[in-house]
């Protein structure tokens, strides 16, 4: 089993910055991907930024690119998402998900195991 808890969500204006942490504990073999997915009222959840193996590769939605960075923490149970220059449409429930076996496709939130409970990001126009 994979704890994993968030914080750093809250409401800023468009243009504004946030930083999200997630944590991963209670785990036996440490997750080789951790990341961060969002869900928007009505819309499914989609993958926002995946870091995996360390860091040997990063998974990013093309709506993120540029503006969001994530990353891994000097003791490797903790991801960081850096999210600059954000925008109306970046509001949403964003989730840190987390798999130890090998993921087929990156992207597919179906593939993760492991969920943490939310935090809201709002962002006002």
């Known amino acids: 089993q994979v704890q994993l808890e968030e914080s750093g969500g809250g409401s800023v204006q468009a243009g504004g910055s946030l930083r999200l942490s997630c944590v991963a504990s209670?785990?036996?073999?440490?997750?080789?991907?951790m990341g961060w997915f969002r869900q928007a009222p009505g819309k499914e959840r989609e993958a926002v930024a995946i870091f995996y193996s360390d860091g040997v590769g990063t998974y990013y939605a093309d709506s993120v690119k540029g503006r969001f960075t994530i990353s891994q923490g000097g003791n490797k149970n903790t991801v960081y998402l850096q999210m600059n220059s954000l925008k109306p449409e970046d509001t949403a429930m964003y989730y840190c998900a987390a798999a130890i076996d090998w993921v087929r496709v990156i992207y597919a939130a179906n593939e993760y195991p492991y969920w943490g409970q939310g935090t809201q990001v709002t962002v006002s126009s």
């Open positions: 209670r785990y036996t073999y440490r997750p080789n991907y």
